[in-house]
């Protein structure tokens, strides 16, 4: 190291996080100076989350070191990193609910002086406040602020702390343009020579207005770093945004046909599932507004979107996993908006769920065969062969506990969960989540395999190369409205495609 | 009761200012201290009752309420406080309020000694450990010859009468008080209602979360103990299944959630509540029970901000004033 | 200093008492593991089956032995309206609503036993319960042995239940994943409600070994809820057959402590135990599963 140079604020080296068998973070180094804005970028599943946690403190690291300000904080808690000068938001926002806004911020401040001027502490919370655009908020309690108001909570609070390193989770996720936009002043209103700022985004746009550098990560690795113009013209980090398929030798086209009979038929019919005016969030946050979709009988449909978009919403709402505030569901003619989840899946809609919920406690085999329960004993046998001829490394495990294997085997497990019920429509969410490019093909080829036998499918994902490949038909989910809707085709030659997942429309 | 005085809430009354707040708790409090010299002797028995249990009721509040930290162990340290009281008073020969000091103190070394394993446990199971110690202790007084075993020990010395008692208890309440107004109403109760509603986020804005539990766990142990003390004094003797009964856990935890679990007066309301139902029941202490058992169950399902709680929602409806919600 | 073969005896019963203790804790345990629910009620449902055993016989003659499954069969039939009524409303009001209700519940019935059975210490007597068995040196009342095979011939059909059945792996699935379960058509909630009368049943089932086996009052519900813990924590959550292991463990160390410090010691040594294990494992005994 040169002995001019000023030692970096921030200096993590090798650091790891390992659950069990699953590597979230393997072997990552990050040097950041004084004033400087860090971004980082990566598809779902990368790590990004668990890197903010490991700096700030939230999650113990398996293995590396980190320096902050010249001292090692590798073994100290979240509060001493915090004092120290860490401030970090969540992804999801996690305010003091039932005290005031203002009283948010002071617990920052009282913790970190007790005895600070009570007058100094004011001014300080309403300069603050008003940065952040709250200032007519301050006595509101935080749990009547709406979803927008809350990551600026999360970012006031975190600000209250006077950190020198400050690290923000995906502040930016679904939040509409001209939000977006304000977002991006502040950031770059925070700016100076002493604050080093981390941004963990999906939101393109924030990344390319306030980074100075930029760092791609994926599978807990970084894949490039540089400054931010160098690293978003890379093709490589187009090709992670976009779906690993997206390079040239991928688009020898492995686009499955409609099958004729199906196209023909589906003309006629009433759609198998249909969705009408629903409108559905957690809480105050209303994620999904007046949106409908059908899905005919053989038809598979794909719903993409980027992260935050509201897609595994949609298919929350779908399987009953979470109650619709308006609009109807119709499954096979009959409306289902009122009926449990488990009456659901009776009628023959199976869920491969996001983030897989392999049952750990239950072997491979029985994982499979708690799905296919009311089936006759021959019955489950067939399906359970039909499974494995699809996947045969589940019937090399299948005594296994079904949370011992890899990611991507338990991703197979999950689909074959899913087809163990004989579902006349699968929802399939996310399964490319975090897995290895040449897993991903294996688990597209099988569903492929699925559409050629006539499966009705919902694939919702966010690798648009692989979805458009599958689908017949495909919608843009963005902001909780379907903005674009089509043939793969057409959807592949719409410039606002890419606009749409970059978050540079106007 | 904001603790941020920068914004004045609307509706904040007369009643709201805090100078007449505290000549208004400097007037109730001196008559209390004078209410024994002209109430009759079953009022005083009863006040002195009502006294022990509001100060144990905050103390489960400032735990449960204001510090998420939901205890079934309030006996433990009501108990020993009885049997450390008791013990000087005898042996030691010091006065009244030296043991009820000391007695304090061994609680709070209790409690620190205890902390480390309790607040590893979160939630539901630091409940089942506080009663785990709780009867660990009622066992280990019961077993160990020193303590009197389960027959338990009299007090030796002389005995104040049940008037002087009473206004021991009041002095105790205000002691109560002026902690739970800290706690709620000062820059602490900020950190104390940002570990309950989140640990993990207080922590992230530098709130240590650990030494924030154990202060309060501390200081309500000691407010429980000295209540034990006096309890102890006021009978004149002590046994385990007495003093470390479980009703001492209890009872506190069916007050604090019929008057309001988190709420400024929710022990005091009910108190008052617990030790009326209590008095009319007073020859089926059994049936006392079951039916507080009832209401528990019927409040924690409807009102689960208590009577206050019903009472605050009833005055919002009916009052002009308007909320600040949105 | 007893002679060795007391010493002999005592582990003897403790090791069949901590069988039936085992019974006990495994009620505690299902409901724990599958409900996450601390249910606080555990001790009484215990109580009420004693009582259950001790008026079977004093009414209709039955003996409590021959009627052990008509009062397992009649505690399920009181857990399910708890279940019912009291429990399903509270799902997603948190976990903390639950317990309070439970422990509400508990200071009702254990009032109830006074207000209808007074508070005298009761025992099912029977002669099995005092004659011994001779083995050579080793003397134990009948009970403890019947007792101890009952609860592990229990403890294996619940286990087997849970291993091999179909409910049994709807049953680890709602444990694991409540809302995965729920989408590939388990009705979790259905699952609840018998995990629950399951749970009860063997509180019960357990109640009346023990009440045969020693005595009871309405209040010995408390001891009988933390020593259950005990067990749990010696024989990890959500596995029925670490529970028998637990029970015997904590069996025949409460026999050692009785044994070395005097007999009330006994129940007292399972709570060091507890409280020690909580503060050796940081993660409490939720640990054991992920």
């Known amino acids: 190291m040169n002995a001019a140079d000023p030692p970096p604020l921030l200096d993590a080296v090798g650091l790891g996080k390992r659950y069990g068998g699953l590597v979230a973070i393997e072997s990552l180094d990050i040097r950041l100076d004084k004033g400087r804005v860090l971004g980082v970028i990566g598809p779902n599943g990368a790590g990004k989350s668990t890197l903010i946690g490991l700096l700030g403190g939230a999650i113990s690291a398996s293995a590396g070191q980190i320096h902050f300000d010249g001292h090692d904080i590798t073994s100290l808690p979240a509060s001493e990193r915090a004092r120290s000068g860490i401030g970090r938001t969540y992804q999801i926002p996690r305010p003091f609910l039932d005290m005031t806004v203002e009283e948010n911020l002071a617990v920052a401040q009282f913790s970190l002086s007790p005895f600070v001027a009570s007058g100094t502490a004011a001014a300080e919370r309403r300069e603050i406040l008003d940065r952040c655009g709250l200032g007519d908020a301050a006595p509101v309690t935080a749990r009547d602020l709406p979803l927008l108001r809350r990551k600026r909570l999360e970012v006031a609070r975190a600000l209250a702390l006077k950190p020198k390193l400050l690290l923000l989770d995906e502040v930016g996720a679904g939040l509409i343009d001209s939000e977006v936009s304000e977002l991006i002043a502040?950031?770059?209103?925070?700016?100076?020579?002493?604050?080093?700022?981390?941004?963990?985004?999906?939101?393109?746009?924030?990344?390319?207005?306030?980074?100075?550098?930029?760092?791609?990560?994926?599978?807990?690795?970084?894949?490039?770093?540089?400054?931010?113009?160098?690293?978003?013209?890379?093709?490589?980090?187009?090709?992670?945004?976009?779906?690993?398929?997206?390079?040239?030798?991928?688009?020898?086209?492995?686009?499955?046909?409609?099958?004729?009979?199906?196209?023909?038929?589906?003309?006629?019919?009433?759609?198998?599932?249909?969705?009408?005016?629903?409108s559905a969030g957690y809480g105050q946050a209303r994620v999904l507004h007046d949106l409908s979709l059908s899905v005919m009988q053989g038809q598979v449909v794909g719903l993409l979107g980027s992260n935050g978009a509201g897609k595994t919403t949609v298919a929350h709402v779908i399987s009953r996993a979470l109650p619709i505030t308006a609009g109807r569901i119709r499954f096979d003619g009959e409306d289902i908006t009122r009926l449990p989840a488990h009456a659901v899946a009776t009628r023959g809609l199976a869920h491969c769920m996001e983030g897989r919920r392999i049952f750990g406690s239950l072997s491979v085999e029985e994982n499979l065969l708690v799905a296919a329960r009311r089936a006759d004993a021959a019955e489950r046998k067939t399906r359970l062969e039909r499974v494995y001829a699809l996947f045969p490394v589940l019937a090399d495990r299948r005594n296994a506990p079904g949370t011992s294997m890899s990611g991507g085997q338990q991703q197979a497990l999950a689909i074959g969960r899913a087809l163990m019920a004989k579902p006349r429509l699968v929802i399939f969410d996310e399964i490319s989540l975090g897995l290895a490019p040449v897993m991903m093909d294996r688990l597209y080829a099988a569903l492929a395999e699925l559409k050629r036998e006539g499966f009705t499918m919902l694939v919702v994902e966010q690798d648009i190369e692989r979805a458009l490949d599958l689908a017949d038909v495909a919608h843009i989910i963005n902001k909780g409205r379907i903005t674009l809707s089509g043939p793969p085709a057409v959807l592949r030659a719409d410039e606002r495609l890419r606009h749409l997942y970059f978050g540079t429309e106007e | 009761m904001s603790v941020l005085t920068t914004s004045v809430p609307e509706r904040s009354l007369l009643l709201h200012h805090p100078f007449v707040r505290v000549a208004l708790s400097g007037i109730s409090f001196a008559a209390l201290l004078a209410a024994p010299s002209f109430l009759p002797a079953y009022f005083v028995e009863i006040g002195f009752k009502l006294l022990l249990y509001i100060v144990l009721a905050e103390a489960w509040n400032l735990l449960a309420g204001y510090c998420g930290l939901v205890s079934l162990g309030s006996s433990s340290f009501f108990g020993l406080g009885a049997y450390v009281t008791v013990g000087l008073l005898n042996h030691t020969g010091s006065g009244i309020g030296l043991a009820l000091a000391a007695s304090a103190l061994v609680a709070m070394t209790l409690a620190l000694a205890m902390s480390r394993g309790l607040f590893r446990l979160r939630g539901l199971y630091f409940t089942v450990g506080t009663l785990a110690l709780a009867e660990a202790l009622r066992l280990l007084v019961v077993n160990v010859p020193w303590f009197g075993g389960a027959t338990g020990l009299f007090v030796s010395a002389d005995l104040p009468d049940v008037t002087e008692l009473f206004r021991d208890a009041a002095l105790l309440l205000v002691v109560a008080s002026l902690v739970m107004t800290l706690a709620t109403g000062s820059r602490f109760s900020v950190l104390l209602r940002a570990v309950r509603d989140d640990e993990d986020a207080a922590s992230q804005v530098g709130v240590r979360a650990f030494r924030v539990k154990l202060a309060a766990f501390m200081v309500a142990s000691a407010l429980i103990a000295i209540a034990g003390g006096l309890q102890a004094i006021k009978l004149g003797a002590i046994e385990p299944y007495g003093s470390f009964g479980l009703q001492w856990s209890v009872d506190p935890l069916a007050i604090v959630i019929i008057g309001g679990l988190g709420m400024r007066f929710g022990a005091i309301v009910g108190a008052i509540f617990f030790v009326a139902i209590g008095e009319l029941l007073a020859d089926y202490p059994e049936l006392h029970v079951a039916i507080t058992g009832i209401i528990l169950i019927i409040l924690i399902r409807c009102a689960p901000r208590g009577l206050c709680g019903l009472l605050e929602t009833a005055l919002r409806r009916t009052g002009p004033t308007k909320v600040a919600s949105s | 200093m007893p002679g060795l073969d007391v010493i002999v005896n005592a582990l003897i019963s403790g090791l069949l008492l901590g069988g039936m203790l085992a019974l006990t804790a495994l009620g505690l345990s299902i409901i724990l593991g599958v409900m996450r629910l601390v249910n606080l009620a555990h001790g009484e449902f215990l109580v009420a089956g004693a009582y259950a055993g001790l008026f079977l016989l004093q009414r209709t003659g039955i003996d409590p032995l021959v009627g052990l499954l008509l009062i397992g069969l009649i505690l399920a039939l009181i857990g399910y309206p708890i279940y019912r009524f009291l429990l399903a409303p509270l799902a997603g009001k948190g976990s903390e609503a639950a317990m309070m209700t439970m422990f509400g519940l508990s200071i009702i019935l254990q009032n109830l036993f006074v207000l209808l059975f007074s508070a005298d210490t009761r025992a099912i007597e029977r002669d099995y319960a005092t004659i011994p068995l001779m083995l050579g040196p080793i003397s134990v009342p009948q009970i403890y042995v019947i007792g101890f095979a009952i609860s592990v011939a229990l403890i294996m059909a619940v286990h087997v239940l849970i291993a091999r059945s179909r409910f049994g792996s709807e049953l680890r699935a709602s444990a694991d994943q409540p809302l995965a379960a729920?989408?590939?058509?388990?009705?979790?909630?259905?699952?609840?409600?018998?995990?629950?009368?399951?749970?009860?049943?063997?509180?019960?089932?357990?109640?009346?070994?023990?009440?045969?086996?020693?005595?009871f009052t309405p209040t010995s519900g408390a001891t009988y809820l933390l020593t259950d813990f005990a067990v749990i924590v010696l024989g990890g959550l959500g596995n029925v057959l670490g529970t028998l292991v637990g029970g015997i463990v904590l069996g025949v160390l409460q026999s050692v402590g009785g044994l070395t410090l005097g007999d009330g010691y006994r129940d007292l040594v399972g709570l060091v135990l507890f409280l020690a294990m909580l503060q050796l494992r940081p993660q409490g005994f939720l640990g054991s599963r992920a």
């Open chain 1, 186 to 278: 502040l950031i770059q209103s925070l700016k100076d020579a002493e604050r080093s700022i981390i941004i963990i985004e999906h939101v393109i746009r924030i990344v390319k207005e306030c980074c100075d550098d930029l760092m791609v990560i994926n599978f807990g690795k970084v894949l490039a770093r540089g400054p931010t113009t160098d690293v978003l013209g890379s093709d490589e980090v187009a090709a992670i945004y976009l779906g690993t398929s997206h390079g040239a030798a991928a688009r020898t086209s492995t686009a499955v046909a409609p099958r004729a009979d199906v196209a023909s038929s589906m003309a006629s019919t009433e759609p198998l599932l249909a969705l009408d005016g629903v």
């Open chain 3, 182 to 215: 729920a989408i590939i058509g388990v009705n979790v909630s259905r699952v609840h409600a018998l995990t629950f009368c399951l749970g009860t049943a063997c509180a019960g089932i357990g109640g009346t070994l023990i009440g045969v086996a020693l005595s």
